[in-house]
């Protein structure tokens, strides 16, 4: 489904391109541009590779650069863009919403450091978008069918379940989170699994080696003997 709309975005920008007809500018949003990948002249691939990782660096440029740092103008395009997406069925918006998201959910210190509150707003915001867009119809030929979104496109192989699992398991491993921030992702969390169905699974380690529980790639733990620390992982 996201290649798809991926693929819908590219065509209908090459269209506007060769159009000799300019397109009235009503019918167009301009949106903040949110770069996919960190790039930087000068520092080693492993310095590259962990701004990629964790998006805070991205994060703090986004909102310096485009925002005048004001959390609530990226919270307000992200409300305007979920909107948009659901009620004017707007590719573009939804692109702009899952960039978003993506930066949002990308980021591994800022949560717990610098935005707390950033983030405690964002998943609120997030849940309510997500429990009204995934409210079913109680009535009519369509009784229990989605009434808003198609839930194919939050499929548990689409980015977002993706996202929220790595982002869900930071939040409750983390040693020190805001209150606020846990709980509403606890919430979310729930809000998911009920809604659609997602399971989040926990990791296991094996000597610094985390993975999932179900993964039937993971390591075979074999305790050697009743001594703690002793065990065979193949």
Known sequence: ????????????????????????????????????????????????????LDKTQLLESVLSKEYKDSEDLLLGELQFSFVAFLMGQSLESFMQWKSLVSLLL??????????????????KVIYHQLKYGLQKESSGP?????????DSWLASDSFLHLLCKDFFALVEEASVVDGDLLSWTRKFKE????????????????????????????????????????????
């Open 1 to 52: 489904m996201e290649r798809a709309l991926d693929e819908q975005m590219k065509k209908s920008k090459s269209g506007a391109a060769s159009s000799t007809t300019e397109q009235p500018k009503g019918n167009r949003f301009y949106y903040t541009s949110i770069p996919r990948i960190i790039k930087h002249k000068g520092i080693s691939g492993q310095e590259l590779t962990s701004l990629n």
């Open 106 to 123: 990308g980021c591994t210190e800022a949560p717990f450091q610098t935005r707390s509150e950033l983030f405690t707003k964002f998943i």
């Open 142 to 150: 369509e009784m229990g069918v989605l009434a808003l979104l198609d």
């Open 191 to 234: 809000l998911l699994e009920n809604r659609l169905g997602w399971e989040f699974q926990k990791k296991s380690d094996v000597d610094g080696i985390y993975f999932d529980e179900d993964d039937e790639y993971a390591p075979v733990v074999e305790m050697l003997d009743e001594s703690p620390g002793y065990y065979l992982a193949t």
